[in-house]
């Protein structure tokens, strides 16, 4: 599915002509407010995999800084832009690599009351509605789907009580072709909260559907219930089998990181659980048990527990431990792998 254009044009070249036509407008307003921002995320890890690679590492779990202006012409209208740079999450020893800084997010965008509308590299509407983390680690293994995408056009309504989005993916080449179209939303009534979101793949000969739900119940102001569900069809291959995000085991020869769960494309693949978490005065301890099936791979299930000390609104230490079971041997990242304990011990600091 694409839309023709007589004259060859990329997508960043639109972005950086918006972007100079953004500037233009913006700098002839007053009214011009700039937020800097960034989260420091360091701390320990473990793997205990039963393999050579075991151990303590020093690591980074998504640090980032990043930048949003915002220019606002009236009382309804704003334009608004975002760019952010990050760690990838990985070793700390291997920060020296020149590939270590990556972009997170770089888009722009038009506020207008209720509505909103975005263009560039942002977060997906899965993810902003169904995939969102549950551990302050940054690292929840049993999800599918993204959590950004380049060249995305993202609309989104809120009101007191809903939000809903819309995003397409486009594909750049001669013409302006879509790679999926996504749609998302939610409610709430009482101390009930309700999402759901579906991915439609609009590109190659495969094009299936990823569906999520997630339904939160606050009971008070300490706890809070949460069950999820995603399922993909077996010929859901825009983002297939993906798994970002994940755990990773360390394997000494050779030297390497690899995913804890084993993706399966090209299978029907159904990832669900159910979460709780109760929190007094400056502490937090929650935990997910969760599984991830695939229609001829198997099963693997999770169990995780997180408990989180807040030493002031800006900083918190969080310990984490989870534990990973291959109940097939086809999703196990290595054959001599039979579960995973992985264990965090880390700082977050926003600022």
Known sequence: MGIFLPFKVGLNAVFFCLLFAFQSIAFAQSDISWHAYGSLRLGLEHIDADIKGDGWYWRDYLSRVGIK????????????GHVEYGLKGQLLDELHNTDALKKRLSYLGILYKHHSLFYGRQNVVWHQFVRTNYFLGGLDTERQGV??????????????????????????????GLRNVQLGGQTS???????????????????????G??????????????????NASSN??????????????????????INAIRTCAQERRTSYGVYGGYQWQAHKIHGRAAADKCKTSGEVDSLRVEYIYSIRSDIRLWLSIERLNYLAQMRSPLAEVDDVY??????????
């Open 147 to 176: 959590l950004r995408d380049d060249n995305l056009l993202q609309y989104f309504y809120h009101n007191k009580n809903s939000r809903m989005g819309m995003g397409i993916r486009f594909d750049e080449t001669q013409t302006l």
């Open 213 to 230: 739900a997630k339904l939160w119940y606050y009971l008070d102001k300490n706890w809070t219930l949460s069950v999820y569900a995603h």
């Open 189 to 211: 009534y009482q101390n009930l909260k309700l999402q759901v979101a579906i991915i439609r793949d609009q590109f190659g000969s495969h094009q299936g559907t990823l569906v």
């Open 69 to 80: 202006p915002e220019w606002k012409i009236d009382e309804d209208l704003s334009f608004t």
């Open 342 to 351: 992985h264990s965090q011990l880390g700082v977050r600091y926003d600022f």
């Open 236 to 257: 859901f291959d825009e983002y297939a089998g993906s798994s970002s995000g994940v755990v990773k085991i360390h394997q000494a020869e050779p030297a390497t990181l």
